[in-house]
């Protein structure tokens, strides 16, 4: 695979990682100011790789600022090149821009968690939930810890994980973010979020009866999940057509 990272920050250099070790081609690296990285523009850089040497299809892995998304992704489609958007922040565009993609018939994988553990786990969370909520014996919350640089709260992860949650729960209608200082409503699924040191991220599932508590954890120890499922995702999307959320990879890798 012949790739062009987009955006050498944290994101970007752990995606040249893996890119190497999993033997891929980097043909360009993309980002305004960083050292080691091309400060070309999209196009400009489209135009480099396609007068060079090189053959075969190109692939670009986006982890970079929402400000640059809409340019970039029109820039991939007149490239000819499949994309990777793991760039966050840009949902206010999101129509527009991936209209103007599928306008261009280009390939092309976007979300905002592309961890294979992570999306392993919102798949787990919602097997556990399922069978304890037949029991109708459990109750069920969400407990996420992160590093305290972090700006949101709850977390993407938490927010999408308390999602599954709260639809294999029928009496669970209302995801309740917030520090409680009355009791919790029974239709409230609370998810209660943590803010300390250089936790990279864990949420845990609590499941709990009135005989026991069942627990499940997943504890990020870096960046590099991310990393590995963008890269595959970045293989699997050269084998599609057409613009997918980042769910429909995660579905073919865990059919
Ligand atoms: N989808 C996921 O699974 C996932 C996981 C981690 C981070 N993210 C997102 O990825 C993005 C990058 O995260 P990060 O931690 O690497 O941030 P970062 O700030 O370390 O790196 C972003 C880089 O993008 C560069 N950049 C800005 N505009 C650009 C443009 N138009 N073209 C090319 N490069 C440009 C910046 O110079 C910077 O080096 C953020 O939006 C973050 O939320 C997504």
New binding site residues.
Partial sequence: MRVVI???????HEIEIVLRNRGHEIVGI?????PGASALTVDEAAKAIAGSPGTGPVVAIE??????VAG?VAAYGRAGWSAVI????WEDQKTEVLTNAADTGMNLVY?????VGANLFVRLARYAARLSARTGEYDAALVELHHRRKKDSPSGTALMVAEALKEEFPDKTEIQPETLHRRVKPEELHVIAGRVGSVPGTHTVILDSVADTVELTHRARS?QG?AV??VQAAEWITEQTGIHPVEAFFDDMFQ
Avoid: C, H, I, W
Avoid at 30 to 34: E, G, N, W
Avoid at 63 to 68: D, H, K, N, R
Avoid at 86 to 89: D, E, L, R, V
């Fill in positions: 987009v955006g050498y920050g944290q994101m970007g993309v980002d305004p100011v960083k982890f970079a600022l929402p400000e640059g970039n793991g760039t966050t922040g979300g905002s968690n592309f961890s960046r991310f499922g963008a």
